[in-house]
T-cell receptor, first 113, second 113 residues
Framework: QQQVKQSPQSLIVQKGGISIINCAYE??????FPWYQQFPGKGPALLIA?????SEKKEGRFTISFNKSAKQFSLHIMDSQPGDSATYFC????????????FGQGTRLTINP | DSGVTQTPKHLITATGQRVTLRCSPR?????VYWYQQSLDQGLQFLIQ???????AKGNILERFSAQQFPDLHSELNLSSLELGDSALYFC????????????FGSGTQLSVL
């Protein structure tokens, strides 16, 4: 119930293309869904986050799509750039308390120039 | 730069030994979180402290312990080390007791030989 399943494990996209990473969760109590970006040798950094009261959130080239009924959410990176090459983690938690953030297994994204 | 400082960056030790990992949170952040990152387990939440008090516990082994000091820095103590403890250990901080907007340090790479 506490798991967040992320796919694919790795993804290669051409420069200018759209990168799509998917996550699914089981615990319907989750109400906060962030995405973290991690570059080699660095810690994860918060990229964008969404709550279930909206179906989509966009920040620049990054968009989260959320489907509450399917218990799925996804990250779309438009006009993907080589600098976007990193590992992306989805996560979920229950807000309003000291609840642990449950991370997906990560997706290694490579953008070919 | 996230503002979270972790030392040391690398640690090589032998089985059965004890080590201490140190974390200084961002200025003003009261919450400190410890995560373990390994290839097979992904990012696993270990423990959270808020203003010196333990607030949440995750998959932390009994051989591991942590504390947060009055100056808000935190230490993660790992004892009776086993080969399987080899991993990247991250510290993260946040301003509040809830786990939104975590800022991660660059991690301590622990190698147990």
């Amino acid at each position: 119930q506490q798991q967040v399943k992320q796919s694919p494990q790795s993804l290669i996209v051409q420069k200018g293309g759209i990168s799509i990473i998917n996550c699914a969760y089981e615990n319907t109590a989750f109400d906060y869904f962030p995405w973290y970006q991690q570059f080699p040798g660095k810690g994860p950094a918060l990229l964008i986050a969404i709550r279930p009261d909206v179906s989509e959130k966009k920040e620049g080239r990054f968009t989260i799509s959320f489907n509450k009924s399917a218990k799925q959410f996804s990250l779309h990176i438009m006009d993907s750039q080589p600098g976007d090459s990193a590992t992306y983690f989805c996560a979920a938690s229950i807000s309003g308390g000291a609840q642990k953030l449950v991370f997906g297994q990560g997706t290694r994204l490579t953008i070919n120039p | 730069d996230s503002g979270v400082t972790q030392t040391p960056k690398h640690l090589i030790t032998a089985t059965g030994q004890r080590v201490t990992l140190r974390c200084s949170p961002r200025s003003g952040d009261l919450s400190v979180y410890w995560y373990q990152q390994s290839l097979d387990q992904g990012l696993q939440f270990l423990i959270q402290y808020y203003n010196g008090e333990e607030r949440a516990k995750g998959n932390i082994l009994e051989r591991f312990s942590a504390q947060q000091f009055p100056d808000l820095h935190s230490e993660l103590n790992l004892s009776s080390l086993e080969l399987g403890d080899s991993a990247l250990y991250f510290c993260a901080s946040s301003a509040q007791v809830t786990n939104e907007k975590l800022f991660f340090g660059s991690g301590t790479q622990l190698s147990v030989l």
